[in-house]
């Protein structure tokens, strides 16, 4: 069973240009958590979606910031017009019961 | 606005001790979960307490959900240099959906 698959795992952008992170979620999983992660801090969460609907996205920034699940295809967070705040580890994580299942990550560096 | 403190923020021991790590909120929690984390890597639970004043046991490790719901502690016993890395525990908040927040984490070093 292929677990929460994040990719790329490590994304170089310069100032201005757009990120692209993916995120499949668990086989039979049809809801994502989106979550940052500065260095040697907790996780902020950012965005809870199901297949074409976002269900909470409390913790997203209002500008440059976007999520999405279709109903065919990984979950998309994208960034447009990066800055060098933005560098960070971004996760996702699908739900069984009680249980968050979190992929390896994506690790954005901004230049 | 639910928020999780966690303390220390710090800690290294040499291996064999034993210590404890606290995770308080004055919200109230659903349930309550930990999480190891190690660099590079996503969070992996370690376990879920739903139940007021409930114990849970995973080895050394030790487990235990405030009577209230708003507090939880996790010990170590004998603590192993693999034990290393960012211990996260996170409620869950029951809206329209589980919405999971994370406290900011404690970073344990086991020295051999």
């Known amino acids: 069973n292929a677990g929460v698959m994040q990719n790329p795992r490590h994304l170089v952008r310069r100032r201005g240009q757009e990120a692209r992170l993916r995120c499949s979620p668990m086989k039979g999983h049809s809801h994502v958590y989106w979550y940052r992660q500065l260095p040697e801090e907790g996780l902020k969460f950012m965005v809870y979606l199901q297949k074409e609907n976002i269900i909470d996205e409390s913790g997203m920034p209002k500008e440059r910031f976007s999520a999405e699940f279709p109903k065919e295809g990984p979950s998309i967070l994208r960034i447009q017009q990066v800055v060098r705040g933005d560098s960070a580890a971004y996760f996702c994580?699908?739900?069984?019961?009680?249980?968050?299942?979190f992929g390896s990550g994506t690790q954005l560096s901004v230049l | 606005t639910q928020l999780l403190e966690q303390s220390p923020q710090f800690l290294s021991i040499q291996e064999g001790e034993n210590l404890t790590v606290y995770c308080n909120s004055s919200s109230v929690f659903s349930s309550l979960q930990w999480y190891r984390q190690e660099p590079g890597e996503g969070p992996v639970l370690l376990v879920t307490v739903v139940t007021g004043g409930e114990v849970k046991k995973l080895k050394r490790l030790t487990f235990q959900f405030g009577d209230a719901r708003k507090d939880s502690s996790l010990h170590i016993t004998a603590a192993q240099p693999g034990d290393t890395g960012l211990y996260l525990c996170?409620?869950?908040?029951?809206?329209?959906?589980?919405?999971?927040?994370f406290g900011p984490g404690t970073s344990l070093s086991v020295i051999p």
């Open positions: 994580a699908s739900r069984s019961n009680e249980k968050l299942f």
């Open positions: 996170a409620g869950a908040v029951r809206t329209s959906y589980d919405k999971v927040i």
